[in-house]
């Protein structure tokens, strides 16, 4: 088990995690039992393919903890997904819903598959069975999964109903991010750049930086990147950079996110040949002279290699493990006020509480209602983090990973050993 575990990224989650169990002497038996997933369930997906041959692609669910309630965590299709991956991802989900004070433990799920070379056919195939090979370890009240990267609505309307399909009646719970057709919240797309927003404002606040003078990097403009792209400039930053994965736009007057968003999303033009500003490298967007830099792409962007040239105040993690430890050092030596991932994006895992507190209520909010909610539970977060963060003198990121931990811990220990 743990050879199948041990890569970079489930280092990283471990070593973070031990690092923060060191610190608050957490109890040795609960040591060892948090640092594995509790359950992980490895599936063999065959597809029948457009040309009629069968492709068989491998599919994870990794249950980190359960001890606070059901599991919650996205599904990712993406070529490199391994256990590991998804076993780090599951376990900061656990340490994401408690530092939000979510009832939920941490889950995630994954496909090895690229999604832009199968057709709409190829991809319902692939996901109404991947559904069927885990549907014994998901259900509204056992884990509820979510879309991630490579994943959208679509994907989680077919799990729904394949799920639906299996015990005989219509399942809204059972995912969130859905269409708002079958269950589906409102506020849900831009859930997490909201959130990542609402984070980063308290943070100017805090270091007393006027939003209107602040400049603004968003590396990964899909999803999280776009939405805190839009969202801060509507605030009154001034959004200087953006980029994807083919490279990226700089305006040190601004850049008009509404007008790029609709070229980049509507007319699929790539980001680096639209003309409203001076087309940049990712590692050149890393390394501008900002208030703010948002990280909203893949794990692992900022280094030991980089980290001593990034020159923002601010790191607001839009993605999830985007800076290494050896990099986290160096940015805390630097004086860089980092919004750790668990806490800046858990807009995302927030509205989808929502959604699926909606679903099993069967009674629907206003889109205020959930923005407010948010605001409301993402600041306190903020506060509580900071709060813990300055009396411990410990970074933002310990901070969040420490109260978080405590809650799993407290749950345990309540609830003791079974048998």
């Known amino acids: 088990m743990m050879n199948e575990l041990d890569t970079h990224t489930f280092r990283l989650a471990v070593a973070q995690f031990n690092e923060a169990a060191e610190s608050m002497h957490l109890d040795t038996n609960l040591r060892e039992r948090l640092k594995l997933p ?11 393919m457009d040309d009629g041959h069968v492709e068989v692609f491998t599919g994870y669910r990794v249950q980190h903890d359960s001890a606070r309630g059901p599991c919650k965590g996205g599904i990712r299709y993406h070529p490199d997904v391994n256990l590991g991956e998804v076993a780090a991802l599951a376990m900061w989900m656990t340490w994401k819903c408690a530092v939000a004070d979510l009832p939920y433990g941490g889950a995630k799920g994954g496909v090895k598959v690229d999604p832009k070379k199968l057709s709409r056919g190829e991809l319902q195939r692939l996901t109404r069975r991947y559904a069927a090979e885990i549907f014994p370890l998901i259900g509204p009240d056992k884990d509820v999964p979510a879309p991630d990267v490579g994943t959208d609505q679509q994907v989680m309307a077919w799990i729904m109903d394949t799920y639906s399909q299996q015990v005989g009646y219509a399942v809204q719970g059972v995912v969130t991010g859905k269409p708002l057709s079958i269950g589906g ?88 040949e639209i003309k409203l500003g001076e087309s940049i490298t990712n590692e050149e967007l890393l390394q501008l002279d900002c208030t703010v830099l948002v990280p909203a792409a893949l794990s692992e962007q900022i280094t030991q290699a980089n980290a001593s040239k990034l020159r923002c105040r601010i790191l607001a ?46 009674f629907f909010w206003k889109a205020k209602d959930i923005q407010d909610r ?46």
């Open 374 to 419: 948010l605001q409301d539970i993402i600041t306190s977060a903020f506060h509580r983090t900071l709060r813990f963060s300055v009396e411990k003198r410990t970074t933002m990121r310990m901070a969040a990973l420490m109260s978080g931990i405590d809650k799993v811990a407290q749950a345990h220990l309540q609830r003791g050993l079974y048998p």
């Open 38 to 48: 509790q359950r992980s369930l490895l599936v063999s997906i065959p597809v029948k």
């Open 185 to 272: 919240s409102l506020g849900r797309e831009e859930a997490t750049g909201r959130g990542v927003s609402y984070v980063t404002l308290e943070a100017l606040q805090h270091l007393k930086l006027d939003v209107s003078k602040a400049t603004v990097a968003v590396q990964g403009f899909g999803n999280v990147g776009s939405n805190t792209a839009l969202i801060m400039q509507q605030a009154g930053a001034r959004v200087v950079a953006v980029s994807d994965v083919s490279g990226g736009l700089y305006n040190p007057k601004g850049l008009d996110i509404a007008a790029v968003l609709h070229r980049y999303r509507d007319k699929h033009e790539p980001l680096c």
């Open 317 to 362: 993690e839009g993605a999830n493990g985007p800076t290494t430890l050896e990099a986290d050092r160096i940015l805390t030596d630097k004086g860089v006020f980092i919004i750790p991932d668990i806490l800046a994006n858990s807009g995302g895992v927030i509205v989808s509480y929502f959604e699926w507190v909606q679903d099993v209520q069967r």
